[in-house]
């Protein structure tokens, strides 16, 4: 059968990312997708499951698009691909960045494009360092990070990342990066002192914390953030890799908070997955300091820096998502998923916190729902397993003793859609429930 041969050859010879190999050599993939609609996926044997995370959070508009696979082929068939470097530039690229001066918070009015949000966050160092050698203060190097962040995987984001076992997968990482607190301005404030401000290039934070568990900044931190960065002088870098365009139910997620970073890391939604494309906005201010202050080249581009077809896939995304109103339908989702979260959070024994901003949302799972503590061994991947059984795909986050399920389903998801994720997460966690002794 299709599903095993393809398997067999899966596991001799692809090198999964993020995957457990020891698992992948026991049992080959478990799902071998073949199609996509909307929220839906298909795979080789035509089991059809609710794709609850959008992929890897980046699938915004849904899967099957036809309209933007004829986009991408007509942007082929004319201009595949050029170069960006130098002197040359291309159309699709022009207007998109463009585009994102229009929807991006505050004054962030240039883009420099990269292929995805590991290389948007390399990007964003090295650029915010550049800055500093430019305007004559060269000491400072030092990016700031929070605890449980996830910025990818380049060394750089993998060095920048809060969350420790990513680190640890490798036994050298860049230097110059300190790790703060993720809730606590007063400990940037203290860290800042401690390292000395003249050493501090920037300060870095997802608006909401994705995969290191889904974790929402109370109201009011990131305008402390602000005005600390400010007081010292430090830039305020947001990555928006997975908040961006639409997923909380804003354009960014900064937007709930009020205030603009001087610099943004994007990728994932930018293209919905339908192309790799990601990229760092820089301020108007920091955009005329280089103008003004730069001499030589800017020493940093990728071959595919601007790519046309991904920059055309890119902007008939974003008119796909305006035209749609997805920004405001995540919204009412996101308050309906979290709506459901309660509803389960009151029938179910094991489920403790719950939690959303437009449609990220997370579930955690305790043993105890009063004191709120945890199973010694974590239930959350038990319930991922019993949820893909019943056709629903979600993640489970079990870092630093976390035991939490993730949820970011496409923006176009639809009430019966959203109902039918909420009745299979019951029954999966039912489930679990019910297998749990006594
Ligand atoms: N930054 C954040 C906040 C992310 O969630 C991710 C990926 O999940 C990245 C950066 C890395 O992006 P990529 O996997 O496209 O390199």
Redesign the pocket.
Not at 116 to 121: A, F, I, M, R
Not at 150 to 154: C, E, K, L, P, T
């Given at each position: 059968n299709q599903h095993e041969q393809l398997a067999s050859l899966d596991q001799k010879h692809f090198l999964h990312p993020t995957t457990s190999i020891k698992q992948q050599q026991a049992t080959g993939p478990d799902f071998i997708f073949t199609k996509g609609k909307g929220v839906r996926l298909t795979d080789i044997k035509g089991r059809t499951v609710i794709d609850g995370m959008s992929s890897?959070?980046n699938v915004n508009i849904g899967h099957g698009r036809e309209e933007i696979a004829q986009t991408a082929y007509e942007q082929m068939k004319t201009l595949g691909y050029s170069s960006c470097f130098a002197t040359f530039s291309n159309e699709p690229a022009i207007q998109l960045a463009a585009k994102l001066a229009e929807i991006a918070p505050g004054n962030l009015s240039a883009t420099f494009f990269t292929s995805?949000?590991?290389?948007?966050?390399d990007t964003a160092y090295k650029l915010a360092r550049h800055y500093w050698m430019l305007k004559g203060q060269p000491k400072r190097k030092k990016i700031i990070s929070r605890s449980q962040s996830?910025?990818?995987?380049?060394v750089g984001?993998t060095s920048a990342t809060g969350l420790k076992p990513f680190r640890d997968f490798t036994n050298s990482l860049a230097p110059d990066f300190c790790y703060v607190d993720h809730f606590s301005p007063e400990a940037l404030r203290q860290m800042i002192e401690r390292e000395g401000p003249e050493t501090v290039a920037a300060y870095i934070a997802?608006p909401v914390q994705?995969?290191g568990g889904l974790h929402i900044a109370p109201d009011g931190y990131f305008k402390e953030i602000r005005s600390i960065c400010d007081e010292y002088g430090i830039l305020f870098i947001t990555?928006e890799?997975?908040t961006g365009f639409g997923r909380t139910g804003t354009y960014f997620g900064v937007d709930h908070y009020g205030v603009a970073p001087d610099m943004m890391?994007f990728?994932?939604g930018v293209s919905s997955g339908y192309a790799q494309l990601?990229g760092v906005m820089i301020s108007e201010n920091m955009h005329n300091d280089f103008k003004q202050l730069s001499e030589g080249t800017l020493l940093h581009g990728y071959t595919y820096s601007g790519h046309p077809t991904a920059c055309a896939v890119a902007l008939k995304n974003l008119e796909i998502l305006e035209r749609e109103n997805l920004i405001n339908n995540a919204r009412v989702m996101g308050e309906e998923m979290l709506k459901g979260f309660q509803k389960i959070q009151s029938l179910r024994s094991i489920v403790g916190d719950v939690r959303g901003l437009g449609l990220m949302g997370a579930v955690e799972i305790v043993k105890n729902k009063e004191t709120k503590e945890r199973f010694a061994e974590p239930f959350a991947p038990k319930v991922v397993a019993e949820a893909a059984k019943r056709g629903l795909i979600c993640r489970s986050v079990v870092f630093d003793g976390q035991d939490t399920l993730v949820f970011a389903p496409p923006l176009v998801i639809n009430s019966e859609e959203m109902n039918e994720l909420i009745s299979i997460l019951n029954d999966a966690i039912e489930a679990v429930e019910t297998g749990i002794p006594t």
């Open positions: 890897l959070w995805g949000g590991s290389e948007s966050n996830y910025h990818g995987v380049a984001a997802e994705g995969a990555d890799v997975i890391c990728a994932k990601g």
